[in-house]
């Protein structure tokens, strides 16, 4: 048994009854077990009890053993003075307040069945702890927890445009122009890409927005992966414009070592992506603003479905050509631009500033996605669990990652169910 598993039987009143209080004797009534508290202090505010004859309202404080109340200086801190009474797994000890006041105390038991199903989930080394029990679990309580999961997913996923709003000073233009370039980057290269935005200002890159030429030039010179010695006529005038503008707006590059190009798909290499971002910066300004003002998903896709220039048809690299094709963003990475950057940049967007029908808006893209095909939704299928759209998807992902692998079995609600069936 862990302290976890008492908190978890006081709040939802689990544990075999009658009460009886350590010291009296006296029956114990839970008249309301207090509020959750995460931080300083006691486990539960406000609590009601009644022991025999009396009611008494305040704070109750929980632990395997009393004994640790002492082990965890309580008896010196007074924020535990008002604690009314003391729940613990085993009596080991008199406790008292500063005061002198002897704390009341109760063991809490539970069913024998209700602790070996959460030893079980506690112990096995299932990829899925509790995939035995899954299959009995109520859809409706698991619709209702993926859409919980999938705003969690979406608030971590907030955590760079956070710092990205810092480090530009509340710009949001500014700021989801790095998240648009990190995006490019895909899983491989988001981090060079977001380096690559940070050393090149909105406002320059703007500046020249009406040639992809120049706009070309910037990102590929800031990027460090214009050859030295250029033999193409193409390369040599990307290098002339950019010597010319690293100069004038006192740039300096990026290293050329931090980005990836081995074992990567031809259309997903950083310099296919390199020039489909600047083909759409050339074409489109305010990226945030006509974001705000596309109603469907669709909408998005369109205004972010963006080509090459023609250099790019022919290339992959560099002075290296192949084959012509066509390098538009497809719908399998606009999907992806969806959800990895687009919903977490409208959802924290809308909620910064007070418009919670761009976060509702944020949710719908989500559910009008697809969902994804990685190796955890492969896991999920395994157990015949099927995502239905992008919102399922990502709330699998946030499932699997933060409480199954974590074994936080007693915070999810179809870990609480398989535990005991009565907790929702």
């Given amino acids: ?31 309301n077990p207090g509020l959750h508290n995460r931080d300083q202090g006691p486990d539960f505010f406000n609590a009601r009890i009644r022991i025999g004859d009396t009611v008494w309202a305040g704070n109750v404080e929980i632990h395997l053993r009393s004994s640790d109340w002492l082990r965890h200086r309580h008896h010196t801190d007074d924020h535990y003075n008002n604690v009314i009474l003391h729940v613990v797994g085993q009596n080991d000890a008199e406790i008292r307040d500063q005061n002198g006041r002897l704390i009341p105390a109760v063991e809490i038991r539970c069913p024998d069945d209700m602790l070996e199903r959460y030893q079980f989930l506690m112990t096995t080394d299932r990829w899925l702890p509790c995939q035995s029990y899954i299959a009995g679990i109520d859809p409706f309580v698991m619709q209702q927890w993926y859409e919980s999961l999938a705003v969690e997913r979406l608030e971590c996923k907030t955590t760079t445009i956070v710092e990205n709003l810092r480090l530009t000073q509340n710009n ?52 460090g992966l214009l050859p030295a010695e250029p033999a193409d006529d193409y390369t040599q005038l990307l290098v002339r414009e950019y010597n010319h503008l690293k100069t004038k707006y006192k740039l300096e590059p990026i290293e050329s070592h931090v980005w ?11 310099t296919v992506r390199i020039a489909q971002l600047a083909s759409l910066i050339s074409k489109s300004s305010a990226l945030l603003s006509k974001m705000v003002e596309c109603q469907t998903v669709d909408d998005v896709k369109r205004l972010f479905s963006t080509s090459v220039s023609e250099y790019w048809l022919t290339h992959y690299v560099f002075e290296k050509t192949s084959a012509r094709k066509d390098k538009n963003l497809g719908d399998s990475s606009l999907n992806l631009l969806v959800i990895n950057a687009f919903v977490p940049f409208m959802f924290h967007y809308g909620k910064n500033i007070g418009k919670p029908e761009l976060i509702a808006r944020a949710m719908q893209w989500l559910e009008d996605v697809p969902d994804e095909k990685n190796t955890i939704i492969s896991q999920w299928e395994k157990f015949g669990i099927k995502a239905k759209c992008a919102l399922e998807s990502q709330a699998l992902i946030q499932l699997a990652n933060c409480y199954c692998h974590k074994k936080q079995c007693l915070k999810c609600r179809i870990g609480r169910q398989v535990i005991s069936p009565v907790v929702r």
């Fill in 1 to 31: 048994m862990t302290e976890d598993f008492l908190h978890f039987l006081w709040k939802n009143g689990l544990y075999s009854t009658p009460l009886t209080e350590c010291y009296s004797g006296s029956t114990i009534e839970v008249l």
């Fill in 172 to 223: 949001w233009e500014e700021s989801f122009y790095y998240t648009v370039a990190q995006s490019f980057g895909f899983k491989t290269n988001s981090q060079p890409f977001l380096m690559l935005a940070q050393s090149l200002p909105l406002n320059v890159i703007a500046h020249h927005k009406n040639s992809l030429t120049q706009v070309e030039a910037l990102l590929f010179g800031q990027a």
């Fill in 260 to 270: 990836k190009f081995a074992r990567m798909r031809p259309g997903n290499l950083p």
